[in-house]
């Protein structure tokens, strides 16, 4: 499976990392995801997704309003 948020669309970023000699190689940037068991009232069942950590202080704001996940 891809590092991939499947909410967000978050995923692994290129670019370069920098010296002091100003010397650059490539590098990954990697999404902070982690695994969220989320509870989805259509199917009365948890469903557990990928998220980043960005989206996962989002949600829990959404739930706490009681909004759609």
């Given amino acids: ?3 991939k948020c499947v909410k967000t669309g978050r995923k692994t ?3 370069n990392t920098r010296s002091h000699s100003l ?3 490539r590098r ?3 999404p902070n995801l982690q695994k969220k068991r989320v ?3 259509a199917t009365g069942t ?3 997704m990928k998220v980043s950590a ?3 202080r989002t949600l829990s704001k959404r739930l706490q309003e009681g ?3």
């Fill in 28 to 30: 990954t940037f990697r």
């Fill in 46 to 48: 948890f469903k557990t």
């Fill in 1 to 3: 499976m891809a590092r």
């Fill in 13 to 15: 970023a290129v670019g």
């Fill in 23 to 25: 010397r650059h190689t």
């Fill in 39 to 41: 509870w989805d009232p």
């Fill in 54 to 56: 960005a989206y996962l």
């Fill in 67 to 69: 909004k759609r996940v």
